[in-house]
């Protein structure tokens, strides 16, 4: 009797077992199904990182303006920016060498005045040297001046203004030497223009190159790439795969 319950419930749970897993089957493939829909097949993430820091424009345009030349060598470019530097000093040089040269012609000038037309060697405007040296004495001056209705230009001759030039070749001579010491002053001032120049003209370069720099970092940088992707057989889920790529 207990030999018949045996067998007759092997059989029951045979016949379970194989509804159950015919069951099972549909299940599984609709679950695969619903899964791949669900879940790209690859590229479910990607992350780039940059493998170096990026630099600052606003920092490489400051210090170009600063010193021509420092900005390039921050962004990594001094090749460029040595040029700039070695601008600077040149220009520096240049400048302070029209500034002492027209001082020399300026002070030689008026000392030559001083000698031959009585006026101050120092102590008076530029205009009161222009105007000594386009007139032969200061009554001369002061009549052209009231002729032309500019009464208040006219000078004091009791107040240390008054000049008499011995000859007009003289005069001559040192109108010769302040033209050419204002001449060499106005080219000191360009000089200014041109170092002003040349600092605008390095932080836009270095500008140019932290952006350059800051691409070659960004196109050199870490890519990861996870992709994913179901293992199965015959249909059936046996497990998820991932891949991770790596880009560098």
């Known amino acids: 009797m207990k030999l018949k319950l045996l067998i007759v419930f092997y059989i029951l749970c045979v016949t379970g077992n194989a509804v159950a897993q015919t069951e099972t089957i549909p299940l599984r493939q609709q679950l695969v199904k619903e899964m791949n829909a669900a879940t790209p097949p690859s590229g479910i993430f990607e992350n780039t990182q940059s493998s170096s820091t990026k630099k600052s424009v606003a920092a490489a345009v400051v210090y170009s303006l600063l010193v021509p030349g420092l900005g390039e060598w921050y962004a990594g470019g001094f090749e460029s920016g040595r040029y700039f530097l070695g601008a600077e000093a040149g220009l520096w040089l240049t400048y302070a060498s029209f500034e002492t040269y027209g001082t020399w ?5 008026r000392a030559f005045a001083a000698s031959h037309s009585g ?8 205009q009161f040297y222009v105007d000594v040296s386009n007139f032969m004495n200061v ?15 006219v000078y004091d001759p009791n107040q240390g203004y008054a000049w008499q030039w011995d000859s007009d070749a003289n005069r001559q001579q040192f109108r010769t030497a302040r033209v050419s010491s204002d001449r060499v002053f106005n080219n000191s001032r360009f000089v200014i223009g041109a170092i002003i120049v040349n600092h605008v003209v390095s932080a836009l370069n270095a500008a140019r190159l932290v952006r350059r720099y800051n691409n070659n970092v960004a196109e050199s940088g870490i890519n990861l790439r996870i992709e994913s992707s179901l293992l199965s057989d015959s249909g059936v889920p046996d497990g998820l795969l991932l891949t991770v790529r790596g880009v560098f």
């Open 139 to 153: 009554y001369e001056y002061n009549d052209k001046k009231l002729r032309d209705r500019q009464p208040d230009k």
């Open 105 to 109: 012609l300026q002070n030689d000038g």
């Open 119 to 126: 006026v101050p060697a120092s102590g008076k405007s530029d």
